[in-house]
């Protein structure tokens, strides 16, 4: 599986962007689709992902009611939804993805992923 994320820019704080993360290749069977992000100097850190197969969705603390992840699966395309952005926000964003057998309880830890996309830049000025 192929991941390619889009989206990503230089925004004001409290402006939104909404990111695509399309994947190709083999069939997308896993469960589980998330969003990383890095900020320089930083560790990787969860941001969100979605149940593929039902579309319940799980948030870390600081975006909860700001960001929506969905996804769209005739396009084989999850999305994040990033409204009120701030300055904290700014990192590098990850497309994540599980393969079959991959479990929804383990959703915040990175080795439960088992493909990347390249990522995508998202800053926010002031």
């Known amino acids: 599986v192929h991941l390619v994320e889009s989206g990503g820019g230089s925004v004001p704080a409290g402006g939104s962007l909404r990111l695509s993360c399309s994947a190709s290749g083999r069939t997308f069977d896993g469960v589980l689709m998330g969003w990383w992000r890095q900020a320089p100097g930083k560790a990787r850190e969860f941001v969100a992902a979605i149940n593929w197969n039902d579309g319940e969705a799980s948030y870390r603390d600081s975006v909860k009611g700001r960001f929506t992840i969905s996804r769209d699966s005739a396009k084989s395309t999850g999305y994040l939804q990033m409204n009120s952005l701030n300055s904290e926000d700014t990192a590098i964003y990850y497309c994540?993805?599980?393969?079959?057998?991959?479990?929804?309880?383990?959703?915040?830890?990175?080795?439960?992923?088992?493909?990347w996309g390249q990522g995508t830049q998202v800053t926010v000025f002031s």
């Open positions: 994540a993805a599980a393969g079959a057998g991959s479990r929804w309880h383990f959703r915040k830890r990175q080795d439960e992923y088992d493909y």
